[in-house]
Each structure stands twice: as structure tokens, then as C-alpha cells.
């Protein structure tokens, strides 16, 4: 059974700090991994998609890897800001189109 | 990015009545649809793969009668919480995969909170 964690669950930085958050899954057969946004009250918005044959995938501020071996990903988001705050949710998906979602990072930024 | 939209957004009911909650996909066609249900503090919880024309696939445990799954179209499906109790009250959340079956993004809706009295 796929397991998906985050760490650290919660992370509090000053604005400007670049943020580093983690995401570690049990079993490499994925076919690609997602990361998430979710503001508090609302669903979740899609930051960037990873296939199991990519590396990495930026877009703007955010940079993530995929070390599928490893089962290992990384989200990285340089000069934060106050804006930035929200919880990041990381997801594998697997056989069986099955999406498997990590517990989620607390994020604060402050100004 | 593809549109997904909830509706409602928030509902309140009484004790043994029935909810409905409606996810579109707005500028894509959509064969499967996801349900999550998703409690304070905590991540998503998969209840129930929709597939178009085709039953439900239930996640164990989620109680198929309770939790009533219609995918009547590409663009549409439907979750109605059947005699809602106040345990039933959660946060739920659909999702939508626009591309490959395992390959494509997903997208979700705004999610709909019920909150049963």
C-alpha cells in the first residue's frame, strides 16, 4: 500500500526565506506526482505536476524534483512571501489511478 | 489551468434529510471524477472513483448506499449524502483529471462543506 509523507508538518519563516518542503513515498511504481495549495476553507489548487520519467518542473517561484528511486520529492519556493502561506499538499498517483495524498505541510510566512 | 466547480459551497441540513453536491468539469471533458472527504487539520480522504456511465468504485470502508455517486455525463458528477447525520459533516471535494487517464493533471473543485444538525 502507498504511503506519502511530509515533513515537516508545520514550517513558520520570515518573508524573503526560501521555503523547503519534502515529500517521501513508499512505493517508486508511480506514473506522476502532483503538488498542491490549499488555502484554509477551500479546495486545492494544482502548483506543478511531476512525470515519473521528469526530474523537475518549474514554474516562476517554484521549483520541484522527483528522485523517483528514492521515492523522494521536493518543493522548493524562493523568496517567500506572506502570500504564500497555505498548506502544501503533495500526491502520487499509482496503479490502479489511485491518488495518494502526503499529510499536508502548514505554511506561514511572515511579513 | 482546466476549471472544476463545486456547487454548493456550503449546505446545512437537519438530521436524516438528503444532499446533493454537484461537480462540473467547465472546460473539459472529464471519463473519471474523484470524491474526497477531508476533515479539520487533516488531508484528503479518497471515498470514491466516478466513472461515466459505469458504477462507482467505492474506497473501503466508505459506505456505497450512504454515499450515492452519479457520473451521468463527461463534464458532470454527483455525490448525495442519502439520511445525513451529524457525523456526515466534513468538508468533500471532487476532482477532475483532464489528459491521459494516468498521465493527466487533476484539478479540483472549490469543495462544498455540509454541516448536518
Known amino acids: 500500500k502507498q504511503e506519502v509523507t511530509q515533513i515537516p508538518a508545520a514550517l513558520s519563516v520570515p518573508e524573503g526565506e526560501n521555503l523547503v518542503l519534502n515529500c517521501s513515498f513508499t512505493d517508486s511504481a508511480i506514473y506522476n506526482l502532483q503538488w498542491f495549495r490549499q488555502d484554509p476553507g477551500k479546495g486545492l489548487t494544482s502548483l506543478l505536476l511531476?512525470?515519473?520519467?521528469?526530474r523537475e518542473q518549474t514554474s516562476g517561484r517554484l521549483n520541484a524534483s522527483l528522485d523517483k528511486s528514492s521515492g523522494r520529492s521536493t518543493l522548493y519556493i524562493a523568496a517567500s512571501q506572506p502570500g504564500d502561506s497555505a498548506t502544501y499538499l503533495c500526491?502520487?498517483?499509482?496503479?490502479?489511478?489511485?491518488?495518494?495524498f502526503g499529510g499536508g505541510t502548514r505554511v506561514l510566512v511572515k511579513p | 489551468g482546466a476549471v472544476v466547480s463545486q456547487h454548493p459551497s456550503w449546505v446545512i441540513c437537519k438530521s436524516g434529510t438528503s444532499v446533493k453536491i454537484e461537480c462540473r468539469s467547465l472546460?473539459?471533458?472529464?471519463?473519471?471524477m474523484f470524491w474526497y472527504r477531508q476533515f479539520p487539520k487533516q488531508s484528503l480522504m479518497l471515498m470514491a472513483t466516478s466513472n461515466e456511465g459505469s458504477k462507482a468504485t467505492y474506497e473501503q470502508g466508505v459506505e456505497k448506499d450512504k454515499f450515492l455517486i452519479n457520473h451521468a455525463s463527461l463534464t458532470l458528477s454527483t455525490l448525495t449524502v442519502t439520511s445525513a447525520h451529524p457525523e456526515d459533516s466534513s468538508f468533500y471535494i471532487c476532482?477532475?483529471?483532464?489528459?491521459?487517464?494516468?498521465?493527466?493533471?487533476?484539478?479540483f473543485g472549490e469543495g462544498s462543506r455540509l454541516t448536518v444538525l
Open positions: 500526491a502520487v498517483v499509482a496503479a490502479g489511478n489511485k491518488l495518494t
Open positions: 511531476i512525470q515519473s520519467s521528469q
Open positions: 476532482s477532475a483529471r483532464s489528459g491521459g487517464s494516468h498521465t493527466g493533471e487533476l484539478f
Open positions: 472546460d473539459f471533458q472529464a471519463t473519471t
